[in-house]
Each structure stands twice: as structure tokens, then as C-alpha cells.
């Protein structure tokens, strides 16, 4: 399991699909580094050479944002809407999908689990839910 940048990448696998298990890698990144170090997408990560992976790295630390700056990069786009109360702001804040989707029936996943509210009909039946309480 060859190690770039502090993440270790499978070595069994094909090269231009290990690298994306490198935050901010995808399918087209990934051949796009195998270019510009000069490495074949095809070999399996763990045939590369010690100057293999260095050619990597560099590409890797000259070229593009990953892992943590990455993160950092995100976080910090989200806080700057959040701060300047903009709308995708506000959708961020409330915890609601924040692209223009519809929000009656699913966004579950942003919403958290359902909050079922219950209704109390008659006067003896709500005498006796505030006598619980």
C-alpha cells in the first residue's frame, strides 16, 4: 500500500483509481495527474518506483487542492455565505438543502429524522396531557 501525502492508497488497484481515494481526486483529476507525472493509469500502484511517487507528489502539491486545504476551502466558503447572510447563508444555517430543491416531501438527509407532532383534540384529553408534563 504505497503512501502519498500522508494517505495510503491501495495498492492491488489500478493507479488512476487508487488516487481517488484522495479527497478531491475524481475519475477525470485522477488520469489527468497520471499525464502530467508521466504514469501510466493502467500499472498498479504498488509497481511504482520511489522516483514514481515522488513525480506524484509533486504534481500533487504543485497543481491542485486536496485533503485539508481542501476541506479548509469548503468550510470556509460555507462560513463566508453563512456570515454575509446570503440565501444559500440562511439554507446552510437551517440545516436545509441549500440547491433549489424541493423540500414538502424528502431532503431527508438534511433535515434529520422526522418530527412527528401530535394533536390533541378535546378539553379533557388536554387537561390531561398538561397534567402529564
Do not use: F, W
Amino acid at each position: 500500500m504505497p503512501r502519498v501525502l500522508g494517505i495510503d492508497i491501495p495498492g492491488r488497484k489500478k493507479l488512476a483509481y487508487s488516487l481517488r481515494y484522495i479527497y478531491g481526486v475524481g475519475p477525470t483529476v485522477a488520469l489527468e495527474i497520471c499525464e502530467k507525472a508521466k504514469l501510466n493509469p493502467d500499472m498498479k500502484a504498488d509497481d511504482m518506483q520511489d522516483a514514481d511517487i515522488q513525480r506524484l507528489v509533486g504534481v500533487l502539491q504543485n497543481d491542485y487542492r486536496i485533503e485539508g486545504d481542501l476541506r479548509r476551502e469548503i468550510s470556509a466558503n460555507v462560513r463566508r455565505l453563512i456570515s454575509i447572510g446570503s440565501y444559500r447563508g440562511r439554507r446552510h444555517r437551517a440545516s436545509l438543502p441549500v440547491r433549489g430543491q424541493r423540500t414538502k416531501t424528502n431532503a431527508r438527509t438534511r433535515k434529520g429524522s422526522k418530527r412527528t407532532v401530535g394533536v390533541v383534540r378535546g378539553k379533557e384529553a388536554r387537561s390531561a396531557v398538561k397534567a402529564g408534563k
